[in-house]
Nanobody, 115 residues
């Protein structure tokens, strides 16, 4: 059983910053990658950023240059630093853990960017 606990969401004005954190605990073996997805009302869940165990990162085009994903392997924690936030970044952000056994998801944290 894997638990993912997210924190750091909230309300921010356009142009502001937020930092999301996701700590993984439980029966974790062979982490392949950790990352973040988001889902806005009426839209499908989409990839925001992923970081592989070796450190390689992958970003959605819409967030490149504004968001930075990082990871503390010792703490099984992944972070998402979000700068220059835009109203279209408003969504529920979900942490994702990918292992050899499959995927685990966090409960989601709301990010709201006001114009």
């Amino acid at each position: 059983q894997v638990q993912l606990v997210e924190s750091g969401g909230g309300l921010v004005q356009a142009g502001g910053s937020l930092r999301l954190s996701c700590a993984a605990s439980g029966s974790i073996f062979s982490i392949t990658a950790m990352g973040w997805h988001r889902q806005a009302p009426g839209k499908q869940r989409e990839l925001v950023a992923l970081i592989a165990s070796g450190g390689r990162t992958n970003y959605a085009d819409s967030v490149k240059g504004r968001f930075t994903i990082s990871r503390d392997n010792a703490k099984n924690t992944v972070y998402l630093q979000m700068n220059s936030l835009k109203p279209e970044d408003t969504a529920v952000y979900y942490c994702r853990l990918i292992t050899g056994s499959g995927n685990s998801w966090g409960q989601g944290t709301q990010v709201t960017v006001s114009s």
